[in-house]
């Protein structure tokens, strides 16, 4: 039995309520205990949201931001374990090439696809997506579009990653060691860590190094060959900082990094009524020495795909829960290096500062798609897709800020980018298995049966390899932006009323995209299908600010802010197959840029003699042109259309407690109303429609308590969070259901000595077993769909040294 809408309303309402009392009760405790010195006030943080340093309570915008002490206290591994304290915070953790999920921020997910791009981020200034925190100073989140100061790919927001600078004065020497189990993962994940300061000319010219490498056994098994496989990761990072006077700053960083993962990432819960099965007769005069039939054997009836095709005996000692059953396992690697260079210069000329910010990286990836043996050859012979891939990217930021006291501050710049994509005509190869049986099954199958004809023989013809059957070649992807915005800033005194700050900023940007690809063989058909286009767009996007402090300590702000994607090209062309599927009408060979407004009113500051540090934000965006990923399900393909258009609306509300001076208290909460206001049926969505992987609501408490053991410092802290049920897909079924879910997790740590901390920490400590994405592939249900689970981590004990000398 379902609630009505109305008795819905009401357990928000209630559960907004909840959450208000439980801040406030701890902050009117603060409040009674203000005329002792009892209770410390909470700190000042500084971020630099728009590009210079300023106090959070200052910036018009709701902002998340999270320390160093945080980040080592917490033992947040990556930036995604920053994501479930933040609310409004949406993070599926499926579809990143690092294993990881992308961050979904007021509810802009956009379609049934796992990776929207709704969310950019920025590495000390450069937009690079780097998740580990080891050696970083500072995250902030920054909600809302971002379009002036940060351009495309920010329409959720944008996540900065400061990380720490040389020091020039002091040599300094950290690391850490982490040692790791999870509840059913075999082994103990172990991870290193390692920084060197060193002052080279005395507060003129340093170099700091840091790295990490850590790796992973998979959790998951392939009951098909024993296979779990291994995830692998490293990095380091060099910067070098010269400062030859006090105004003038240049920092020259390189950064690489290693990453390996053969593991599986979900779980197959398939409970198909029916699988393939080929009957071979040997016959010497067949084409492969067999005659091929078909016949379809039932599967036990609740029995999930891996217990049915490895007939009911799993491998190994692993639990049934974590299998799936593959002929050909996955695997995927990338490396990239990448060179930065900042340049900060004080008073370039009176009351003007400038800054750029630059980089180059050399990307390459490569990797294999073991699960098309399923779905297109439905388990009866080994087929597969191997990945090539390789870009040089250059990135330019320059800017010219004002510096002086006075009621006016602005800031102009100009920014470029271009992506280059390697020609290649290994870009994507199929292959099928070599043995004639294998063989006499595929010509059966996708010649005789489907119509497709003989990929041996397809091979041998057009590859001179009677291995291949399908290639995707690269001869040309070039992207570039250029763009040019300014923000302006003026204050109004008002007297005994504070102060009112109006900002007003404009960005233009300018598009260009050229693709020519290739693609031929089997799904193809007897020519190959050339893309050639060369296209792009331009465009302007607004913001509008209003700032009221009525004192220091205190800020109501509005916004209305503009953002956007940028657009692109789809590419290859969509196969020959494909041309009677439901979906192809809605393809075209170059999709634009959608379009996002944002209207907002926002509160923040400190309450209680600043006992209390809260903020807090409601808005309303308007999505139009909607850039979703549409599939066709008849040839596994998809293509990006503008498709759609959608409304969201949602609070956010976090806040800060000094109850003592040794007890903190977090409480963070969202709500968010994302929805559909088109029909498009190629998503099979309808005006309404709830948005895919948006949870109504999540949330976030802590108690951080400092404590003194056997005379020296220690802390403890205990976290529970938590999120509404989401879907993965519109046209939903049960199984595209997360449901909600919450965890508890425990930490604590004691100073062992001037130089050394060690720290133990207990997620997820009463092994709550929940679903963070869950997806079936095909919307009905044949014997080859796929009915994916991905599960949070279960109960993790991680203990962690932490040194510095």
Same mark, same amino acid.
């Given at each position: ?69 945080? *980040?080592s206290k917490r033992n947040l591994i990556n930036k995604e374990d920053v994501y479930r304290s933040i609310a409004g915070a949406a993070a599926p ?12 921020? &007021? ?56 990380? @720490? @600078? ?21 082994? $103990? ?27 992973? !056994?998979?959790?998951? #098994? ?70 091929? !039939? ?42 990239? +290096? ?24 050399? =990307?390459? $990836?490569?990797? &294999? /798609? ?30 010219? /800020? ?14 470029? +980018? ?11 190869? /199929? ?9 006499? *099954? ?13 990929? %041996? ?27 040019? =915005? ?27 995209? @050229?693709?020519? %690809? ?65 979906? #192809? ?5 170059r999709y634009s840029s959608d379009k996002i407004k944002n209207y907002e009113l926002g509160m923040k500051g400190f309450l209680f003699e600043r ?35 959608? &409304?969201? &609306? ?28 088109? +029909? ?5 969505? @309808? ?31 205990? +976290? ?21 879910? /919450? ?42 769909? %796929?009915?994916?689970?991905?599960? #949070? ?13």
């Amino acid at each position: 039995m379902y609630a009505s809408s109305y008795t819905k309303a009401g357990l928000y309402r209630s559960l907004m309520c909840g959450v208000a009392i439980a801040t406030l009760m701890p902050a009117a405790w603060a409040q009674t205990e203000s005329d002792s010195d009892a209770v410390t006030e909470i700190e000042e943080v500084y971020v630099t949201a728009r590009k210079k340093q300023e106090l959070i309570v200052e910036v018009p915008m709701n902002i998340a931001a999270v320390g160093a002490e945080e *980040i080592s206290k917490r033992n947040l591994i990556n930036k995604e374990d920053v994501y479930r304290s933040i609310a409004g915070a949406a993070a599926p953790g499926v579809g990143d090439i690092s294993g990881r999920g992308q961050l979904i921020l &007021r509810g802009l997910s956009g379609g049934n696809d796992a990776t929207p791009n709704t969310t950019s981020t920025f590495t000390d200034g450069i937009p690079l997506n780097f998740s580990d925190l080891y050696d970083v100073e500072r995250v902030e989140v920054l909600r809302g579009p971002q379009g002036t100061l940060y351009g495309s790919n920010a329409i959720g927001g944008t996540v900065r990653i400061i990380t @720490k @600078k040389p020091d020039l004065s002091e040599m300094s020497v950290g690391g850490s060691i982490l040692f790791k189990t999870e509840h059913h993962r075999p082994g $103990t994940e172990v991870r290193g860590y390692g920084m060197i300061n060193v002052p080279i000319m005395e507060d003129k010219l340093a170099l700091r190094v840091s790295g990490s490498s850590g790796s992973k !056994a998979g959790k998951i #098994i392939n009951v098909y060959n024993d296979h779990n496989g291994e995830e692998e990761e490293k990095f380091i990072r060099a910067q070098l900082m010269w400062a030859p006077s006090d105004t003038t700053r240049v920092n020259l960083s390189y950064v690489n990094q290693d990453f390996y993962d053969s593991t599986y990432q979900a779980v197959d819960v398939s409970t198909p009524s029916y699988y393939y099965e080929a009957i071979l007769t040997a016959n010497p005069d067949a084409p492969y020495g067999y005659d091929v !039939a078909f016949d379809f054997p039932n599967c036990p009836t609740g029995a999930s795909r891996p217990e049915c095709k490895s007939g009911g005996n799993i491998m190994g000692d692993y639990n049934p829960e974590f299998a799936v059953w593959n002929l050909v396992d996955n695997y995927t690697e990338y490396n990239m +290096d990448v060179f930065g260079l900042t340049v900060d210069k004080d008073n370039l000329i009176d009351g003007i500062d400038m800054s750029y910010a630059g980089s180059y990286r050399d =990307f390459t $990836t490569s990797g &294999r /798609q073991g699960g098309w043996s399923r779905f297109d050859a439905n388990d009866m012979f080994r087929t597969w897709i191997l990945d090539q891939d390789a870009y040089d990217r250059w990135t330019h930021e320059i800017r010219f /800020q004002s510096n002086s006291e006075g009621p006016l501050e602005w800031t102009v710049g100009a920014f470029y +980018d271009e992506i280059d994509y390697a020609p290649s005509d290994s870009w994507q190869w /199929q292959y099928h298995a070599s043995d004639n049986k294998s063989r006499a *099954i595929a010509a059966y199958l996708w010649g005789d049966y489907w119509g497709l004809g003989d990929p %041996t023989q397809i091979g041998i013809d057009m590859y001179g390899d009677p291995t291949k059957n399908y290639n995707a070649t690269r001869f040309e992807t070039n992207l570039k932006e250029l763009a040019l =915005f300014g923000e302006a800033s003026y204050t109004f005194d008002l007297g005994d009323s504070g102060k009112l700050e109006i900002t007003g900023g404009l960005r233009y940007y300018d598009l260009k995209d @050229k693709i020519h %690809t290739e693609v031929s063989g089997i799904w193809v058909g007897a020519e190959p299908s050339v893309t050639r286009t060369d296209d792009g767009e331009n465009g302007t996007r607004k913001k509008v600010s209003v700032n009221w402090m009525p004192n220091q300590e205190f800020a109501v702000f509005g916004i209305y802010s503009e953002g956007y994607r940028q657009g692109g090209n789809n590419g290859p062309t969509a196969p020959n197959d494909c041309a009677n599927d439901e979906n #192809i009408d809605s393809y075209v060979d170059r999709y634009s840029s959608d379009k996002i407004k944002n209207y907002e009113l926002g509160m923040k500051g400190f309450l209680f003699e600043r006992k209390f540090q809260f903020s807090s934000a409601v808005y309303q965006i308007d999505w139009t042109d909607v850039q979703t990923s549409v599939y066709m399900p008849s040839c596994g393909f998809s293509y990006t259309a503008n498709a759609a258009s959608a &409304r969201s &609306r949602g609070l956010e509300f976090e806040s800060t407690t000094s109850l003592t001076d040794t007890l903190k208290f977090l409480a963070n909460f969202s709500y968010t109303d994302s929805k559909m206001t088109s +029909d498009v049926e190629a998503l099979g969505a @309808k005006d309404g429609d709830d948005m895919t992987m948006v949870p109504k609501y999540n949330f976030y408490a802590a108690l951080d308590k400092e404590l003194e053991i056997w005379g020296r410092e220690g802390s403890v802290r205990i +976290d529970v969070s938590g999120y509404g049920k989401y879907k993965s897909h519109f046209n939903v079924k049960d199984e595209d259901i997360s449901p909600a879910y /919450q965890i508890v997790n425990l930490s604590g740590g004691i100073q062992v000595n001037e130089y050394a901390r060690i720290s133990l920490h207990v997620n997820n400590i009463f092994d709550k077993k929940a679903v963070r994405y869950a997806r079936s592939r095909s919307r009905s249900d044949w014997s080859g769909n %796929t009915l994916s689970e991905f599960y #949070i981590d279960e109960r993790t004990v991680a203990l962690r040294l932490d040194f510095n000398f």
